[in-house]
């Protein structure tokens, strides 16, 4: 597990969201997370508008002392980045994976400018095509209800689920040239470089075949 010293904050908010059966590998459902090219079509105007369509260029390395990949100086324009946010803001992400199927989040926080928001998603595989995700958000939000916070989450994820579901091929493609990246695919790359260099295949054309396909007929 990895550290995570928000969890400790008083005045934090512990929000677990429960859990999302996704059709779809652990990997691909870490990479879309990882995703912001997305947010403009498939979050309309909640994380995204597609009137600011661009993803800025971003840092991304596999930071070899904590053996973690991370993304940083990501920048995207979310109309509503947080059910705490009033109005369009300039979102700034840090993405941090600590495990091959675990990703955090530290994103702009609408109410506080000093520190960061957290959501982390846990994604448990059940067989390599077939997972379930468990996003959990430490957020300062001293206004909400938990009801709202979830479901703000939940509007997301779901939202995220329909795209997943239906991506081909279900499992990660590991070989190289599979999939044409672009310059916001940085974070991929090197994600798909750290489970590479593991061998850690699970859930990716590396590794065993997708039984899900079969079992669900
Ligand atoms: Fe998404």
């Given amino acids: 597990m990895p550290h995570i010293p928000e969890a400790d904050e008083p005045d934090r908010r512990y929000v677990p969201c429960g859990a999302v059966r996704v059709k779809s590998s652990a ?23 597609e009137a600011h369509s ?8 596999i930071r070899r002392d904590v053996d973690e990949v991370w993304a940083t100086d990501c920048v995207f324009t979310q109309p509503q980045a947080a059910k705490s946010a009033s109005g369009a803001i300039r979102t700034d992400y840090i993405y941090r994976i600590t495990t091959p199927f675990t990703v955090l989040l530290y994103k702009t926080c609408p109410m506080s400018e000093t520190r960061w928001d957290v959501i982390c998603l846990f994604v448990q595989p059940m067989e390599p095509g077939l997972c379930r995700a468990h996003p959990v958000m430490f957020l300062l939000d ?18 995220d689920r329909i795209i997943l579901e239906n991506q081909r091929p279900r499992l990660l493609p590991l070989e190289p040239r599979f999939e044409t990246p672009t310059r916001a695919d940085a974070s991929s790359i090197a ?11 699970y859930g990716t054309t590396l590794g065993p075949a997708d039984t899900f396909t079969v079992t669900a007929a």
């Fill in 27 to 49: 990997p691909r459902v870490i990479e879309n997370f990882l995703d912001m090219a997305h947010f403009p079509f498939v979050h309309t105007d909640i994380l995204g508008s």
């Fill in 54 to 61: 661009e993803v800025e260029k971003y840092k991304c390395e």
């Fill in 142 to 159: 001293e206004t909400s209800t938990d009801a709202d916070l979830i479901g703000f989450q939940q509007v997301i994820f779901l939202q």
């Fill in 191 to 201: 994600y798909r470089r750290w489970l590479k260099e593991k061998g850690c295949v």
